[in-house]
Each structure stands twice: as structure tokens, then as C-alpha cells.
């Protein structure tokens, strides 16, 4: 008999990760495909089931998929697994999560992508005691998926925390910002694409001790300092293009603590503001690892 495994999609603008596997630590089979229009991506990734499952003689038990959005999740809508009013052309109103379950015909669990990431990161704390954790993406976007007493918040819509507005001194940063909805929100000033306009040449490509980097620590300390006195999370994770730039870290801790100024008494924004504030465990897996468990969880 078949053996009983999970599939787990991350799909993002640019990249489709796809994997098979029984729980963290047995994987199966995994692929990454460029994200094209919706029917071939959608194609690739069931073929990439079917054919799998095929040769290595497993039976799917459930999906679980992160995708780009915004995604309906409102389980009562007609529109339910639906990414809706995208940018990414071609995109609008696909049926992902339904032709996704049709294909295959097995079910399948959705969420945002940073969602995927948080669950992703989330288990992978194991036997550390914590129910308020926030996973943040700093990259061609800046997204926050937030999990409070151990489930994925998802609210009216879901947290869209790229786009809070933090202070921004023009005399200092005479950039506009590039959110064509809100032009300097976080998002708008600190996302990848922001950099690379002010800066004139890709994130990647600024030096490390370019002033962009000070400026850049200073919007995402002004953001935590704004998530730290609302949330209280108990685990920051910041991950994402961006913070592949490590250094990065050191300032946030230093602006961070200077921005709530003893505030908030806690050895988590003191001494030990290192284990609160942290690069993702799973590095650029969170995302596919976060997906496995909305699969298997949707099984329990
Ligand atoms: P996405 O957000 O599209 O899923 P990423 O998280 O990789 O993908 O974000 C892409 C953005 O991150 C781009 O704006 C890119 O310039 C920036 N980026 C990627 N790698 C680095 C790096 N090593 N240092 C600084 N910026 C980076
Ligand atoms: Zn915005």
C-alpha cells in the first residue's frame, strides 16, 4: 500500500517551491519552478505531485499551500482560495486553492505566504515556551505574519503590517516613499524596491557601510518599537532579501532599546535582546516548511 505523505506549495511572484514529505525531518521530493501565468504554474505544480507520487508510490493526505495574495480567506466567501486584486499580471481572481483540491482531488489548506513563513518558523522553536510570535519579511514587499496564543491571526483580513506609518524625517530622507497606495509607509521606505530607488542601485549591491544601511535600521527599529508596545511578542523574526544583509541586526538591537529607552522592563529588550530579535531558523525555507505543517495540520 501507498504510503501517506504531504504536499506543501509556496508560491511567490517570481518562485514556485513545491515538496512532498512526511513530516520535517523525512522529505520526499522537492522542486523549484519559476512562477509563469496561472494555468502553466498550476500544471506544474500538480504534474509535479502526480508524477512524484507516482514513482515513489505515496498517497497525498492533504496540501498545504503560502501563496502571494492578497488571498480571500474568509471560508464563507464564494471567492474562498482565491488570490484576488493582484498586481502580478494575469493573476487577478484565480482559483488557486479550488483547482489546486480538482486536480488532485485531495484537500487543501491556504494562507498568506508570510502566514506560511510564521508557521513555519513558529514549530520550529519546539520546546521554547512561547503563544506571541511575529515573523516580518523585508523584501520586495514587508509583511508580518503574527501568531497570539499559538494560532495564525488572520482578524478582518489579515494583518497588513508593511504598511503602518512610522515617522519619517524629510529633512533627513527626502525620498517619497514608493507605496503606490500610501507612498512613505513602512513598506514605502524600507522595503527592497525602496532602497534600490533611493539609493540608485540594488539592495545587494550597497555596501555595508553605505548610510543607507543606518537609515534602513532605523525605520525597522521604529517598526518593532511600534510591534513590541502593541503585540509583546514574545520572538521577533526578521526575514527576507533584505535582512540577508546580517549586519543589519546589531544596529536594529541598538536603535531598538534606544527607542523604547527602558520603557519596557524586560531582559528580553536588554541584556538578552539577541534571543528576542532574530534571523529565521529555517533561512529561506520557512515559507515551504510552514506550508507542510498547514497541510498536516488540516489532517488533525
Ligand atoms: P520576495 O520578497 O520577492 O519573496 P526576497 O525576500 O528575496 O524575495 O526579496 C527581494 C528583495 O530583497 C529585492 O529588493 C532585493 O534587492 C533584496 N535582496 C535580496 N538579497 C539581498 C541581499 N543579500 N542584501 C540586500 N538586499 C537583498
Ligand atoms: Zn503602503
Avoid at 94 to 109: D, F, H, V
Avoid at 155 to 179: A, S, T, Y
Avoid at 229 to 255: A, D, E, R, W
Wanted: charged residues 20%.
Amino acid at each position: 500500500m501507498a504510503e501517506k505523505a504531504f504536499g506543501a506549495i509556496e508560491l511567490g511572484g517570481t518562485k514556485t517551491f513545491v515538496m512532498i514529505a512526511k513530516d520535517k525531518t523525512n522529505i520526499y521530493s522537492r522542486k523549484i519552478f519559476p512562477t509563469l501565468s496561472p494555468n502553466q504554474t498550476i500544471s506544474d505544480i500538480t504534474n509535479f505531485f502526480k508524477d512524484e507520487t507516482n514513482s515513489l508510490d505515496l498517497e497525498l493526505a492533504s496540501i498545504g499551500i503560502g501563496s502571494f495574495g492578497p488571498l480571500d480567506l474568509d471560508p464563507e466567501s464564494k471567492t474562498f482560495g482565491y488570490i484576488t486584486s493582484t498586481p502580478k499580471e494575469g493573476w487577478q481572481f484565480t482559483n488557486l486553492k479550488g483547482k489546486i483540491e480538482e486536480s488532485l482531488q485531495i484537500p487543501a489548506a491556504i494562507d498568506t505566504d508570510v502566514n506560511a513563513s510564521a508557521l513555519g518558523e513558529f514549530r520550529s522553536l519546539l520546546k521554547q515556551d512561547i503563544d506571541s510570535f511575529v515573523y516580518i519579511t523585508i523584501g520586495t514587499g514587508i509583511g508580518g505574519g503574527f501568531i497570539i496564543n499559538r494560532e495564525l491571526v488572520h482578524g478582518l483580513v489579515h494583518p497588513e503590517f508593511g504598511h503602518i506609518r512610522i515617522p519619517h524625517n524629510k529633512r533627513m530622507d527626502p525620498f517619497p516613499g514608493i507605496c503606490p497606495y500610501h507612498r512613505d509607509c513602512f513598506e514605502g521606505l524600507a522595503s527592497g524596491p525602496a532602497l534600490e530607488e533611493r539609493w540608485h542601485m540594488t539592495a545587494e549591491m550597497l555596501p555595508k557601510e553605505h548610510m543607507a544601511w543606518e537609515l534602513e535600521a532605523d525605520y525597522i527599529s521604529l517598526a518593532l518599537m511600534n510591534l513590541i508596545c502593541t503585540v509583546s511578542p514574545q520572538k521577533i523574526i526578521l526575514g527576507g532579501g533584505v535582512m540577508h544583509q546580517l549586519h543589519l541586526f546589531k544596529k536594529i538591537y541598538q536603535k531598538t532599546q534606544r527607542y523604547l529607552n527602558n520603557y519596557i522592563k524586560s531582559k528580553y529588550l536588554d541584556e538578552q535582546i539577541r534571543d528576542l530579535i532574530m534571523p529565521p531558523k529555517l533561512k529561506d525555507n520557512s515559507g515551504i516548511f510552514g506550508a507542510l505543517h498547514l497541510a498536516i495540520d488540516t489532517n488533525k
